[in-house]
């Protein structure tokens, strides 16, 4: 699964890519160590390089030579203005995650970037753990895309939406930058099927499809919010969600 998952350009790899070469200040990221998790076709690390950035494109070993052609690739023609390099990163594996934390050292990545990383509930804790483990105070973290929950799932199967949203809170402070496309275009997803983020959306008037869509920023605990951010939506570390047991309450 994880191999087709990296040989696919995906739609929220595209917003976040367009997204971090337009929606913010002017070169934002030149010069900045950036870490993109689950690199894949590397898209978004193809993009940061353009801008400046110094690129450090993780994913699992057996990806890596797709992403190092790739990157080579898109380092043709003009001469890019950053860097890039390719790191096995498995995200649970403590001791992968140790070693890129020693490489960026204690200030940890400017950014990180993520799209399309949480495909499964197994996979929210081990993300977000590693997520944690490369930031420091000033770090940016950024992800587009957690799957829609599809109207099939069993009356007791909590949705990947669900589990990642009350995950959250227990890490970082977490903002919801910009709805790719706009609200009226995000995908579609009943109240019923992820319930947590239909309540969290609803006095936002943001449909629960619109927080799978995002783009999220995250923080450290009590760290400033960038001043060119406007949240749409703020979930501050620690907030007190309804437990995520099943979908009927």
């Known amino acids: 699964m994880q191999n087709a998952i990296g040989g696919v350009v995906t739609r929220a790899a595209k917003d976040l890519a367009t997204w971090a070469a337009e929606a913010n200040p002017h070169a934002t990221w030149h010069g900045r160590r950036a870490v993109e998790l689950g690199a894949g076709c590397c898209l978004v690390s193809s993009a940061l390089m353009k801008l400046g950035a110094s690129v450090i494109a993780t994913d699992l070993p057996e990806l890596l030579p797709h992403m190092e052609y790739n990157l080579q690739l898109n380092q043709e023609g003009p001469p890019a203005r950053g860097s890039w390099r390719a790191e096995p990163l498995n995200w649970d594996s403590a001791e992968e995650r140790d070693r890129l934390a020693a490489m960026l050292g204690a200030d940890g990545a400017d950014a990180i970037f993520a799209a399309n990383c949480v495909y499964g509930r197994d996979t929210v804790n081990m993300f977000l753990t590693t997520m944690l483990a490369l930031s420091g105070k000033q770090t940016l973290a950024l992800m587009c895309g957690v799957p829609i929950p599809p109207a099939a799932l069993a009356a007791e199967e909590i949705s990947i939406l669900d589990e990642f949203l009350a995950a959250c809170p227990r890490f970082f402070d977490s903002y919801l930058l910009k709805v790719p496309g706009g609200v009226e275009n995000a995908g579609v997803a009943r109240p019923q099927d992820s319930p947590l983020a239909a309540e969290l959306g609803k006095p936002h008037g943001l449909p629960a499809a619109a927080l799978a869509d995002g783009i999220w920023l995250f923080k ?15 979930i501050p570390y620690g907030t007190n969600l309804p437990t995520v047991t099943s979908r009927s309450w």
Request: hydrophobic letters at 35%; a neutral charge.
């Open 220 to 234: 450290l605990p009590g760290e400033q919010c960038p001043h060119w951010a406007r949240p749409a939506l703020t």
